[in-house]
T-cell receptor, first 115, second 112 residues
Framework: DTGVSQNPRHKITKRGQNVTFRCDPI?????LYWYRQTLGQGPEFLTY????????KSRLLSDRFSAERPKGSFSTLEIQRTEQGDSAMYLC?????????????FGQGTRLTVV | AQSVTQPDIHITVSEGASLELRCNYS??????LFWYVQSPGQGLQLLLK????DTLVQGIKGFEAEFKRSQSSFNLRKPSVHWSDAAEYFC??????????WGAGTKLIIKP
């Protein structure tokens, strides 16, 4: 399967715990995006990497959130001291670097539930 | 303010009937326009996109959309829906993938 892969698919955690999600993009794609989607809403942009450089961060990405893409391949999104409001679907997408108007390919997402 | 409105939260259509999903946007300049579909347990999949040129855009799975600048709309259509089209549909606008503004989605229910 050469699509975008996200792990885990589901995560239940207690409030205050840290969680980390992983995204493996399509191998030849050097752009990677993280989004958050809550029930009944469309995705909200969180952050964007081009290769290993984090080029854009949304105001939604509080200090408790950190994303990395150390070798320009897979990426991780960590949430520290989780809160119930962090419960959402976290989506990863990737695209090739051919200008700004290219299709982003999405993974199936990681659903986080904070109890 | 930039925004995307999908006025219908749910739409129910009989199998074989035609479909139109509405999308209106507010944006400073003419944005790029997208429709994505999200099926249960699946990732978002691009149906079609408009960047410039012909305002009637053909996409995958028999979908098309028409950009109407005067109405700031980009409605999605399909002449005959299939049960497999049941999913949630999202309209998005913007100038790049990381600057997309998304609608809240329209859930399509297909009646047998």
């Amino acid at each position: 399967d050469t699509g975008v892969s996200q792990n885990p698919r589901h995560k239940i955690t207690k409030r205050g715990q840290n969680v980390t999600f992983r995204c493996d993009p399509i191998s030849e794609h050097n752009r990677l995006y993280w989004y958050r989607q809550t029930l009944g809403q469309g995705p909200e942009f969180l952050t964007y990497f081009q290769n290993e450089a984090q080029l854009e961060k949304s105001r939604l990405l509080s200090d408790r959130f950190s994303a990395e893409r150390p070798k320009g391949s897979f990426s991780t999104l960590e949430i520290q001291r989780t809160e119930q409001g962090d419960s959402a679907m976290y989506l990863c997408a990737s695209s090739p670097q051919t200008g700004g108007n290219t299709e982003a390919f999405f993974g199936q997402g990681t659903r986080l539930t904070v109890v | 303010a930039q925004s995307v409105t999908q006025p219908d939260i749910h739409i129910t259509v009989s199998e074989g009937a035609s479909l139109e999903l509405r999308c209106n946007y507010s944006y400073g300049a003419t944005p790029y326009l997208f429709w994505y579909v999200q099926s249960p347990g699946q990732g978002l999949q691009l149906l079609l996109k408009y960047f410039s040129g012909d305002t009637l855009v053909q996409g995958i799975k028999g979908f098309e959309a028409e950009f109407k600048r005067s109405q700031s709309s980009f409605n999605l259509r399909k002449p005959s829906v299939h049960w497999s089209d049941a999913a949630e549909y999202f309209c998005a606008v913007g100038r790049s993938n990381y600057q997309l503004i998304w609608g809240a989605g329209t859930k399509l229910i297909i009646k047998p």
